[in-house]
Each structure stands twice: as structure tokens, then as C-alpha cells.
């Protein structure tokens, strides 16, 4: 393997910025351990083959307080920032707050010791430099947006002319009982990307463009999957449920049961403001002060 | 379209929710940039369907497209002659290649039926020249496919080219004089001694019609001697033979420069550097038999060879690999000075690029390959194909292309 880190050693142009041949192949040594626990040699020759070395070591360098990888950076970077800011939040200012806050994180707000904590160390060269740190406003616009959602004055309601009267009593019909677990068994059953693709389009409202660049597929590959997906999903639940005893009219008539008459609150739950299952993959915990608390919106207000 | 499910199933959908931890930045920005691995792309695709978030991260990630980039199509070589750049004159040239052809043809039937069977029977005796190529050429053209091309022998091969192309033409014409020659040669005594002086001449090189220019000019001598009223129409004659032969030459020339193994393959430079018969012989057998050449240009009627399963990488320095099942990963020479950084692979389609834009495509496992015009000349970092014809190539900076029709026309996206 020295061979290799030699050669990725002299790719990356590290010694430009002052670092050592052997702190370069501990960050690298670093990165392979966190994506590639166990794998094979071969495996993580081939990873480190894929990895952006120039742009990792002009990020750990910046980490590192080194000038001349700040000159660079900032050089190549800075315009890009907060161009990229305004597009996220298509507003200039908050576009620049985006940036302005981004960048005290990348030099590094708090210390650990007696070093800065830079938010350069999670940059791992498995993307380019760029579009991770349009990553970073994204997620970071994404909390906020989140955020001030929740926090909605009385005063804006008052004059959107909403009202927050509790909403009138219903009567709560019973769903069948076996129509929750069925469902869930169909659901678990598909492939992520297939309830990739149900979550977008049903929960989130994207339309079929959007979720075809997301996973760069054409439009019409969406299209037919969800056609798919749909009667597939369908004809599993039913499927199940007369599994469990019910006919296929039953079956087709609990599964058409409206979910608003069963008194949940689907508002809230398809607005999904809880977070995700673990992402075991990463080490790296994005901060979600605000998004791990469970839906605090008042759905039975809303219009 | 409108897409409907169950509303029940919609909020059980919604309620798959849990944990609080979310990927990485680096992690999102592999997944839009598609360099994850494809357990990691199936984990974080599991994470985005169960988190509204992260979609929405992803989302803003990747924006709607801008107007579409014009399609960029490959340059034709022809049009690199800045006199055929005007429509006008490409018309004018194909007009007079058909008016020389159609002459050709007029003037060649009533005259002189002999010589028509003669003239007729000339590319036979060039193909099976071809095929007879002596062992030098063959060895010489042999080691070029090992060899790996650069500039200079891409140079030698297009001043090698024009010469194979005159020499055929010169062939060409001395076989027809010296063919017209022997038909009247029965009928004039002088006529019989010139072709027989002409045959002395020859007799050194091993050749009856030699291509060095004095045999040609003893046997016209001999041609003007035995049959002076034929010769205009003769004349006519072989220099439409000749046309037609430099013009397939060309062609054949031409068609083994659009294919880049050839290109940058110096067996070109090798065939057409043999000096003497074996070269005449050569490139000859281009011109009427491309697939005789020893390699040089894949017959244009070929069928590309059947995909096998090979897996594809790239070394440190950029050198593409291919490795057969069972075997160990060889590297692939595809254009000198090129080195990759991306490389993939479908159904037996390879794609490969690197920096500068440089982007090849083979349609055969590896073994032909052709450079593609790529819009961007920022370096291409990664490379996606869903199918033959749908891909998506990601460069320095994250800009994307997306293709739809196998490369022929890429839509770019910021």
C-alpha cells in the first residue's frame, strides 16, 4: 500500500501545504476506517483511488490553520459560497447568513483543548470540496427553515385569519386490526428505493422531475415505477390480509377505510417532522437540536 | 399521471419514523454526486425514505435543470478541410466525384471490352497481394498493436497514408497500362519489345507492375508505341481507375483514423512506413479489403464482439484496467498521455474519462475505442450508466450530464 500513498501523496499536492507524507496517510488511513471497516485491501486500494485527495488534503490543511490552503481556498471558494447560499435560500440575505455562518464553522467556533474544532475535519474527499459544502447550507437552511416553521407568531395566524378553535369532535370508526400490520409487512418488504420514491412523491409532493433527478433516472422511469409500485403495494397488503382470514372484498374494503376517519393525525404524520432511523454508516451526528422533538405543530389548526 | 394509494397506507408510510441520527454531509453529497458504493447508496436510500429532512437536503441538492446545452455532436474529420466547411463546395466536389465516375463508366464500356476484363480483373490481383502480405509488414504491423501510439507516429501515419494512397493509384495505373500493353502486344512486334523491355526492367524488384515510377513510365511508353490512337481514351480511363482506387484508399484511410485504437495505433504508420511492394501491397489491401489490413480498421459490417463479464478499474496513475473473470486485471491502452479517473461499464458498454473532458466509449468490452465529444472540459470524476443509452457523468465541480441516447448528445445540468 506505501506505493499507492506515495503516489496519492504527490496527487494531492499536500507538501504545498505543509503537510507531512505521514499525516497524509493517516488521514487517509482515517477516512478508510470510517467508510470501510474490515474490507479487504484491495477494496480500500480501490476507494482511496475514488477519493478527491487534492480537495482533502486543501481541507485538512485549512483545518490545520495552514495560510496558504485558506488563500487557496478562499480563492476558489468564497464566490462560490455564497452564490450557492442565495440559490438555497433564493434570498441574498439569508443567503449570506447561510455563508457567514458556514464560514466561522469552517474555521472553527469552539475549541477542543487547544485546538479549533473545524467542521473541515468531516470532509472526507468521497465528493468534491464544493458540493459538500453545499451539503453543509443545505442542511444547515433546512434547520432553519424547520426551525422558524414551528415557530409561528399569534399574530401571523391572527392575520392569515385562522383561528385556533379546537377542531369539532368526530366519531371514531375501527379500522380491522390486522390492516396496520399488514400494511407495515408490504411497506418493509420494498426495496429503499422503491420507498424512496413512495415517501417523495406521496409524502413530500415531488413531482416526478424532481424524484428522477434525485436518483438520475429519466422521468419515465419514475413514472413506471410508481405505477408499479402502487398496484404491487396494493395487491400485497390485500394479499396479506386474506392471509389472515379476510375475504378479498373485506380486505379491499378495509384497506380503502379513510384514514381521517380513524382520528389520526396524519397531517403530522406526513409532515414527518421527526428525524430518520439511524444512519449507522456515519460517525459524523449532525446536529438536530429542534428536528429530534416530535411534531409540535398544531395540524388541527392548520387550514 | 396521477399516482393513488390508499390513505391508510399513506399514513402508515409516514409513520415509519425513528432514531435521530442523520448521514453525513459528505454521505448526502456521494449520493448526489454518485460516488457511493452500492450497499452504502442502498443504506442511505433506506435513511431518505423513512426521513423528510434528508430528502429535502437532497432535494436542494439537486435543482431543476437550466435550458437544455445544445447537443453536442461529433465532429466530422472531413470538415477539418476548411474549403469543404461551405455546403456548397461539398456539394460541388460530390458532383464532380459522380460526373468523374459516371465519365469513367461511359468511356470505359464501347471502347475496349479487353481491356474493361483487364481492368476489371486489376482489384482481384491487388487483393490477393494484400492477403499475400509479406511476413516484415505483417510483424511490423503486429508489434504496432503492442505498442503504445503517440503524436509523432499519428504524424507519420497521415504522411504514410497520403503515399499509400498515391502509391495505389500509381499501381493502379501501371497494371492497366502494362494490362493494355500486353493486349496489343500480339499485334505490334515494337510493341512486344517495349513490354518485354518493360518486363526486364521489372524483373529486379520480383514484380511484374512495379509501383516505382520509371516501370510506370516504360510500360506508357509501351502503351503509346503499340496503340497511340487508344491512348486518350485510356488515359481517361486510368486516371478514373485511379481516382476511384485513391478515393476508396481514402475512405479506408479515413475510417481507420475515426476509430481511435486506430487512430493512435501505429500499425497505420507501420503498413504504410514498409517502403517498396510490401507497402504498395498493403495499402492496396486497406483500399479494397479493410478487414484484410492486419487489424488496422475494423470492417465497418463487423458485429461488435459479444459482451463478456469484465470488471473495470483504474490504477494509481490512471491507466484503465480490465479484469476477465478468474484472471488478473490487465491494462487497457486506449489513447497515449490519456489518464483516467473514471470509469463504467454496462452490458458490455465501457465508458471511461478523465481529466481535460476526455471521455471514451467502447461498445466491444474494450477492444475498440472511440473518443466522444463531451461538452465540459473540466475533469470527469465520475461516470453512471443505468443502460446503454442512459448515463449521467459528473465532472469537477459537480456539474452533471446526462445523456439519453448513448452519448451522442449530453444535457448539462448545474
Given at each position: 500500500m506505501a506505493p499507492l500513498f506515495r503516489e496519492l501523496y504527490r496527487k494531492s499536492a499536500a507538501a504545498e501545504y505543509g503537510l507531512e507524507e505521514g499525516d497524509f496517510t493517516r488521514i487517509l488511513a482515517e477516512v478508510a476506517a470510517k467508510?470501510?471497516?474490515?474490507?479487504s485491501p484491495a477494496e480500500v486500494a480501490t476507494f482511496y483511488m475514488g477519493l478527491r485527495v487534492e480537495e482533502l488534503a486543501l481541507a485538512r490543511a485549512c483545518m490545520a490553520g495552514n495560510e496558504k490552503a485558506w488563500e487557496v481556498f478562499l480563492t476558489r471558494y468564497r464566490a462560490k459560497l455564497y452564490e450557492m447560499a442565495g440559490a438555497i435560500a433564493q434570498d441574498d440575505g439569508v443567503g449570506h447568513e447561510l455563508a457567514d455562518s458556514l464560514y466561522a464553522e469552517l474555521y472553527g467556533l469552539h475549541t477542543r483543548g487547544d485546538r479549533r474544532v473545524s467542521k473541515?475535519?468531516?470532509?472526507?474527499?468521497?465528493?468534491s470540496l464544493e458540493g459538500w459544502l453545499r451539503t453543509l447550507l443545505a442542511q444547515d437552511y433546512v434547520d432553519r427553515y424547520r426551525r422558524q416553521k414551528r415557530l409561528v407568531s399569534l399574530e401571523e395566524k391572527e392575520e392569515q385569519h385562522q383561528s385556533f378553535a379546537a377542531p369539532p369532535a368526530q366519531p371514531a370508526p375501527v379500522a380491522d386490526p390486522r390492516l396496520a400490520p399488514a400494511t407495515d409487512a408490504a411497506l418493509a418488504a420494498l426495496a429503499a428505493e422503491d420507498r424512496f420514491i413512495l415517501a417523495a412523491y406521496?409524502?413530500?409532493?415531488?413531482?416526478l422531475a424532481e424524484i428522477a433527478r434525485m436518483l438520475k433516472v429519466h422521468e419515465s422511469t419514475i413514472s413506471r415505477k410508481l405505477d408499479r409500485l402502487t398496484h404491487r403495494l396494493r395487491e400485497s397488503i390485500i394479499k396479506r390480509l386474506m392471509g389472515q382470514g379476510l375475504d378479498r372484498r373485506a380486505a379491499q374494503e378495509a384497506l380503502e377505510i379513510d384514514v381521517r376517519d380513524l382520528a389520526v393525525d396524519v397531517r403530522s404524520r406526513l409532515a414527518q417532522e421527526s428525524a430518520g432511523p439511524?444512519?449507522?454508516?456515519?460517525k459524523e451526528k449532525r446536529s438536530t437540536a429542534g428536528t429530534s422533538n416530535k411534531e409540535q405543530t398544531k395540524s388541527g389548526s392548520d387550514p | 399521471v396521477t399516482f393513488e394509494i390508499s390513505k391508510f397506507v399513506r399514513g402508515r408510510l409516514a409513520q415509519g419514523q425513528g432514531g435521530d441520527e442523520h448521514p453525513g454531509a459528505d454521505l448526502l453529497n456521494a449520493f448526489c454526486e454518485d460516488a457511493l458504493r452500492p450497499v452504502e447508496r442502498e443504506q442511505l436510500l433506506a435513511h431518505l425514505a423513512a426521513c423528510a429532512q434528508c430528502r429535502e437536503v437532497v432535494a436542494l441538492l439537486t435543482p431543476a435543470e437550466g435550458p437544455p446545452r445544445p447537443a453536442v455532436q461529433p465532429q466530422r474529420r472531413?470538415?477539418?478541410?476548411p474549403a469543404l466547411r461551405f455546403p456548397a463546395l461539398r456539394w460541388a466536389a460530390v458532383t464532380a466525384a459522380v460526373t468523374v465516375v459516371i465519365a469513367a463508366v461511359l468511356l470505359y464500356r464501347p471502347e475496349a471490352p479487353e481491356r474493361a476484363r483487364s481492368v476489371a480483373h486489376a482489384p482481384a490481383s491487388a487483393t490477393s497481394e494484400a492477403t499475400a502480405k509479406p511476413p516484415a509488414a505483417e510483424k511490423r504491423a503486429g508489434a504496432a498493436q503492442l505498442t503504445p501510439p503517440d503524436t509523432e507516429s499519428k504524424k507519420r501515419a497521415e504522411v504514410a497514408s497520403a503515399q499509400s494512397r498515391r502509391q495505389a493509384a500509381l499501381d493502379t495505373a501501371a497494371r492497366e497500362t502494362a494490362s493494355a500493353a500486353s493486349s496489343y502486344t500480339s499485334q505490334s512486334p515494337a510493341g512486344r519489345t517495349m513490354a518485354k523491355l518493360g518486363t526486364e526492367r521489372a524483373a529486379p524488384s520480383g514484380?511484374?507492375?512495379?509501383?516505382?515510377a520509371d516501370m510506370q513510365q516504360q510500360a506508357n511508353q509501351a502503351a503509346q508505341i503499340t496503340a497511340p490512337s487508344a491512348l486518350p481514351a485510356i488515359g481517361a480511363v486510368r486516371k478514373a481507375q485511379a481516382d476511384r482506387e485513391a478515393a476508396q484508399s481514402a475512405t479506408a484511410a479515413t475510417r481507420a483514423s475515426q476509430i481511435p485504437g486506430a487512430v493512435n495505433h501505429p500499425a497505420a504508420p507501420a503498413v504504410a512506413l514498409a517502403s517498396g511492394p510490401s507497402a504498395g501491397a498493403a495499402a492496396v489491401g486497406s483500399s479494397t479489403?479493410?478487414?484484410?489490413?492486419?487489424?488496422?480498421a475494423a470492417p465497418p459490417s463487423a458485429e461488435p464482439a459479444k459482451p463478456v463479464a469484465v470488471s473495470w478499474n483504474i490504477s494509481p496513475d490512471g491507466q484503465l484496467l480490465r479484469q476477465l473473470p478468474g484472471e488478473k486485471p490487465q491494462t487497457v491502452r486506449v489513447a497515449d498521455g490519456v489518464r483516467f479517473r473514471a470509469v463504467a461499464s454496462i452490458r458490455g458498454e465501457v465508458w471511461a474519462g478523465g481529466p481535460g473532458g476526455v471521455l471514451f466509449h467502447s461498445s466491444d468490452s474494450g477492444t475498440t475505442w472511440t473518443e466522444v465529444a463531451f461538452p465540459?472540459?473540466?475533469?470527469?470524476?465520475a461516470i453512471s450508466f443505468r443502460s446503454r443509452r442512459e448515463g449521467t457523468i459528473t465532472v469537477a465541480g459537480g456539474d452533471r450530464y446526462a445523456t439519453h441516447d448513448g452519448g451522442q448528445s449530453w444535457l448539462g445540468t448545474k
Open positions: 467508510y470501510l471497516p474490515g474490507a473541515f475535519s468531516y470532509y472526507s474527499g468521497r465528493g406521496f409524502l413530500d409532493g415531488r413531482t439511524p444512519f449507522h454508516s456515519s | 472531413w470538415l477539418n478541410f514484380r511484374a507492375f512495379g509501383p516505382h479489403s479493410p478487414g484484410v489490413s492486419g487489424g488496422i465540459s472540459t473540466q475533469d470527469i470524476t
